[in-house]
């Protein structure tokens, strides 16, 4: 509401609680109050008996709605909160593969390690190559098997994933042994 209220070129009268009090001062756009009822009607009565002061509030919220609050600026801020978000993820996984693989007992964890190795090259591979999930595409295939060759002697595979089946059904034509517990809402 704020921010409307400033694209329209209206002052605003604002408590330090609002996310963008700060901006507001700044910009000179409104009066920034405490969460106190008199602080508050003081300011309305001000700004109504101060018909210049109430423009250039309104013209200052304007331009800080173009700056900082127009579509495009929101727009892109978004997106890097997202790409902050999803670069973090594979972060996340590699700390829960660690912590598991640090629970596991020591003579199993050197049978993990290729899936380990799998998991954080094909990620990572995957990551920087596909800005889709789809999994169905040749190239995330190849990608697939590409990985499985860099990693060495794997036999045995088991794809626990959500789906179809299709990286399952495409591991065992190539002639791996797997165990599939795919989920799929089909």
């Not at 002052?11 to 700044?26: F, L, N, R, Y």
Request: net charge negative; glycine share 8%.
């Amino acid at each position: 509401v704020v921010v409307e209220a400033m694209a329209y070129g209206l002052p605003v009268v604002i408590s330090d609680q609002v996310g963008i009090h700060k901006d507001v001062a700044h910009a000179g756009a409104g009066i920034v109050v405490e969460t106190d009822p008199e602080q508050l009607a003081g300011a309305i009565v001000n700004l109504l008996n101060a018909p210049h002061t109430c423009k250039r509030m309104g013209e200052n919220g304007q331009q800080l709605v173009k700056e900082k609050f127009a579509l495009d600026k929101v727009a892109e801020q978004m997106v890097d909160v997202y790409q902050g978000i999803l670069s973090n993820r594979l972060q996340i996984e590699n700390r829960k593969m660690e912590n598991m693989m640090n629970k596991v007992p020591s003579q199993s964890t050197t049978q993990l390690m290729p899936a380990r190795r799998f998991y954080e090259k094909y990620w990572q591979k995957t990551e920087d190559a596909f800005p889709t999930k789809d999994p169905t595409t040749p190239k995330r295939l190849e990608l697939l098997f590409d990985t499985l060759k860099d990693i060495g002697t794997v036999k045995k595979i088991l794809d626990a994933g959500c789906g179809g089946g299709f990286f399952t059904h495409a591991i065992q034509k190539a002639g791996y042994e797997t165990v599939g517990m795919d989920i799929s809402c089909n």
